[in-house]
């Protein structure tokens, strides 16, 4: 619509003004802080430069331990295998020995109370004399994987035989340190 303006007189007609359209605002960039400026003095790239070969030498010296505790496990391995083995076989033998005993007593026991308990000694003396064919034939790998094995499948057994061997092995050294005393 057009307005009317009345002024000294005069008429006027003027257009009418549209409403002016609002801009958006424009964003104002927040701002920004100052990066921490770059410390390049000389003495900071010197510390740097000196680190390097201290570094080259920690990282020689860990492989070089490393390399020394991976030869001392394997020597230790090798020992304890080797001890392992001798303990086998001595045992084997006197497992076998024990067979041996105790067939010849099955003869004595076979006079002196009578057929029927020398059998049970023959069948004893052939149960040991199995299981020390057993034990010589197996390696000593063979073995540790078959005692995991036994012990994952009934571990408080494992257990009960642990503690059983542990107090035979104290009782056997306190009556050794018992006969040097007297």
């Known amino acids: 619509m057009a307005e009317v303006k009345k002024t000294a007189g005069k008429t006027t007609k003027t257009a009418a003004k549209k409403p002016a359209a609002k801009k958006p605002a424009a964003k104002k960039a927040a701002p920004r802080k100052a990066a921490p ?27 070089s331990s490393a390399e020394t505790t991976s030869d001392f496990k394997e020597r230790a ?10 303990g086998k076989d001595r045992t084997g033998d006197a497992i076998e020995n024990l067979s041996q005993m105790i067939e010849d007593s099955a003869k004595t026991i076979d006079e002196n109370v009578g ?40 571990p408080a057994v494992a257990i009960g035989a642990a503690a059983v061997v542990g107090f035979l092995i104290s009782r056997l050294i306190k009556s050794g340190m018992d006969d040097r005393d007297a």
């Open 37 to 63: 400026k770059k410390d390049t003095s000389e003495t900071r790239t010197t510390k740097a430069r000196k680190a390097a070969p201290l570094k080259a030498a920690a990282t020689k010296a860990a492989a």
């Open 115 to 154: 057929q029927q308990y020398g059998d049970y000694a023959r069948s004893a003396a052939d149960a040991v004399s199995s299981f020390a064919e057993k034990l010589n034939s197996k390696e000593v790998d063979d073995m540790v994987e078959d005692a995991r094995g036994y012990v994952r499948k009934s």
């Open 77 to 86: 391995l090798s020992k304890a295998k080797s001890a392992a083995t001798q």
